[in-house]
């Protein structure tokens, strides 16, 4: 069975399915060159994602089963948000807001926008179908988070999981919780988008000078330099745990929209009091995601409790999905807590995420006996996206009046620059899917210079707080890396931190933050035998397993996709060397380089 998945809203993408298995999945922005895509705005419709997944899975509309849109149905979604505003959540406030507000986008009553809206969103995603002549094909339409928790686990590869996701809002929720139980999604919990976490670290991310929704990364690294201990029980006051529900304190002083939640940041500021002043960026920034890590780690401890409780398990394996499970170091802690055996977070996990997701939701509703064999369902890696024939490579190389090799053995050269201290820009293969890039569109540098962090990223014109993520052979990891043994599995996708050795700390102090910590990506050989064979190379030089992996994109732009993205961004950041494919192009300032090792 195949199934094309679509997600129409920010971060928007397509995915195709067959048989339970991801063949081809891409985010919009990778092709539009839009950070952030939004197809519901100005930015336009998914339509080169879903152009460019029909074709690289040669998907038409004699082979295509179903469509799966990680859409409510517009009825549904109504009902829900009616329900909590009037009947769980009645708040005055809230509830007059609703009424009488209007929409910032469009003219129409918040109370009964939620119909309106996604309404409009089919409409749009059908005249999309009809575009590339596939209409009439049976559409499926899920809630968000039945996406999230999908996609994370249909694809762990097991059989019995706790499954939670946790974002800032989708479809009238903030979050959800499932038991995942020999193939079959059991929902028991939802969290109200009225209580967002997620939302809460939007507007510490505003309130920082940072752009919402996209730098919150900044803020998780910039956080490891500050206390949180001096801003901890001020955001007591402003988001608590009651029990296991999660209570933004701070929004209840504000008039709040029913659906969307769009947070007016000025009012929530002025509802602060002013409580912020005097404090660092740094502390402030520690103690939003102190309370972030605070109230997520409550909340899945409570639902773990009564998952093993349910299965007469005596620990679990948990599966996490949605936009506050970027969060790294959340998710470390939440690995870290007694009786999670490991966990997996679906390395897509932002709403890029949910193209698959609603696919992969689809074809188990559809095909209920595969569910017996979801155990052998494990995703096997993520480099979905498209690549590059030999012959384009070459006419972009020409276009841009490169001077370039053909090296046959190129992973051992790339090696050997990396051990002379030069920067290499790795451009091979299928494009990754999802926001980490894993050795097909990185940026390589060698571990041992602490000050890489400064002078690279001004290159690349970013500021970012956080050191560069280490790439590691796998068979070394446990040397490097604290209480790696039983979540190998997401440390392949870059998706959550560990506690660095003391042999780490000492040797390669480029990828160890300042809080002891490092994210980084093991390699295995058999699933990007390229990549390992470079890190190989680098060990038999340096004697070191490990290496600095960083997005291959200047600052706000997407990871590169195409020849000549990759060529656009190495002359902007000023790099040394180009590895594309068994091409290595050399810049204006590094000089030809011997293929000896002297």
């Known amino acids: 069975m195949r199934i094309l998945g679509i997600f129409d809203d920010h971060n928007c993408g397509c995915a195709v399915i067959e048989d339970g298995k991801i063949l081809a999945a891409i985010e919009e922005e990778r092709l539009s060159r839009i950070k952030f895509h939004n197809g519901t705005t100005e930015d336009g419709p998914p339509i080169r994602s879903l152009k460019k997944v029909l074709e690289m899975t040669n998907t ?72 590339v002549d596939l209409d009439g094909i049976p559409i499926e339409l899920m809630n968000h988070h039945e996406a999230h928790a999908a996609s994370a686990y249909y694809t762990s590869g097991w059989e019995h999981a706790l499954v939670v996701t946790l974002d800032g809002q989708g479809d009238g929720l903030a979050g959800s919780v499932y038991y995942g139980i020999n193939g079959d999604l059991i929902k028991v919990d939802e969290v109200s988008s009225f209580h967002s976490i997620g939302l809460f670290y939007n507007f510490i991310t505003w309130m920082l000078g940072y752009k919402p929704n996209r730098h919150e990364g900044k803020i998780t690294g910039l956080a490891a330099y500050g206390d949180p201990q001096k801003t901890i ?106 009786g999670v055996e490991s966990v997996f977070i679906f390395p897509a996990m932002v709403d890029g995420g949910l193209c698959s997701g609603a696919a992969l939701w689809a074809y188990y509703k559809h095909c209920p006996e595969a569910k017996k064999y979801i155990s052998q369902m494990r995703l096997p890696h993520v480099y979905l996206g498209p690549e590059y024939t030999e012959e384009e490579i070459v006419q972009s190389l020409k276009r841009a009046n490169l001077k370039y090799e053909y090296v046959e053995n190129i992973e051992d050269r790339i090696g050997a620059l990396l051990a002379k201290g030069k920067v290499v820009a790795r451009f091979n293969g299928r494009m990754e899917y999802g926001p980490r890039a894993l050795g097909n569109r990185s940026i390589l540098y060698q571990p041992t210079d602490p000050t890489v962090n400064d002078w ?97 994109n200047m600052h706000e732009e997407p990871i590169v996709c195409t020849p000549d993205d990759a060529i656009r961004a190495f002359q902007l950041g000023h790099l040394d060397y180009l590895a594309i494919h068994n091409f290595l192009v050399y810049s204006d300032a590094t000089k030809e380089e011997s293929t000896s090792d002297s």
């Open 60 to 131: 038409s509309r004699r082979n295509t089963d179903y469509i799966a849109l990680a859409i409510e149905p517009p009825a549904k979604l109504q009902r829900r948000v009616l329900r909590d505003l009037l009947c769980v959540q009645r708040h005055d406030r809230w509830i007059y807001h609703s009424i009488f507000s209007k929409s910032i986008r469009w003219d129409k009553y918040f109370l009964f926008y939620p119909y309106w809206y996604n309404a409009y969103r089919i409409r749009q995603v059908k005249r999309l179908l009809k575009s």
């Open 233 to 338: 029980e001020i955001y007591r006051k402003f988001f608590r745990m009651n029990g296991a529900e999660f209570q933004y304190e701070l929004s209840k002083k504000v008039f709040q929209h029913a659906y969307p939640q769009r947070s007016n940041y000025d009012r929530l500021l002025l509802a602060t009091n002013g409580t912020f002043k005097g404090f660092s960026p740094a502390d402030i920034a520690a103690g939003v995601q102190a309370i972030s890590e605070e109230c997520t780690t409550t909340w899945v401890a409570h639902h773990l409790k009564k998952y093993l409780a349910y299965t007469g398990f005596s620990s679990a394996k948990v599966c996490m999905a949605g936009g506050v499970f970027s969060n790294v170091k959340i998710n470390q802690r939440v690995a870290e807590l007694p």
């Open 456 to 552: 690279l990223n001004k290159r690349l014109k970013r500021t970012e707080f956080m050191p560069f993520a280490p790439s590691s052979l796998a068979e070394d990891c446990e040397s490097l890396y604290k209480r790696i043994r039983n979540n190998k599995f997401p440390a392949e996708f870059m998706t959550i931190t560990f506690d660095c050795t003391p042999q780490m700390h000492k040797k390669c102090p480029a990828v160890v933050h300042v809080d002891g910590t490092a994210r980084p990506q093991i390699v295995y050989p058999h699933i990007n035998e390229s990549y390992y064979r470079i890190l190989k190379s680098y060990q038999k030089r340096t004697g070191l397993s490990t290496f600095v992996n960083t997005s291959f």
